[in-house]
């Protein structure tokens, strides 16, 4: 069994930074990708940003530029600094781990913070 546990989120004035953090325990075994998503109430949950075992990241349009996400591999641990936040980035955001015995592995899911970005 796979645990993700998510911090960092919170209220933050426009233009302001929030570091979440998203750790994994349990039976891990390999992970293969770490990703970020978002959530709007009422909306699909959409991809923020994501990165490979490799190390390659990508990045959703709207976050470009300001937001960077990286993998802590010795603690199972991946992190998205969002920096310049804006109103629109308002969202529960969910971390997603693809991990397993062997590739390509299954979907792990965070619970979910709530990022509130105010104007």
């Known amino acids: 069994q796979v645990q993700l546990v998510e911090s960092g989120g919170g209220l933050v004035q426009a233009g302001g930074s929030l570091r979440l953090s998203c750790a994994a325990s349990?039976?891990?075994?390999?992970?293969?990708?770490m990703g970020w998503y978002r959530q709007v109430s009422g909306k699909q949950r959409e991809t923020v940003a994501s990165?490979?075992?490799?190390?390659?990241?990508t990045y959703a349009d709207s976050v470009k530029g300001r937001f960077t996400i990286s993998r802590d591999n010795a603690k199972n641990t991946v992190y998205l600094q969002m920096n310049s936040l804006k109103p629109e980035d308002t969202a529960v955001y969910y971390c997603?781990?693809?991990?397993?015995?062997?590739?390509?592995?299954?979907?792990?899911w965070g619970q979910g913070t709530q990022v509130t970005v105010s104007s």
């Open positions: 997603n781990f693809r991990a397993g015995l062997t590739y390509p592995g299954k979907d792990y």
């Open positions: 349990g039976r891990i075994f390999s992970i293969y990708a």
């Open positions: 990165i490979s075992r490799g190390g390659t990241t």
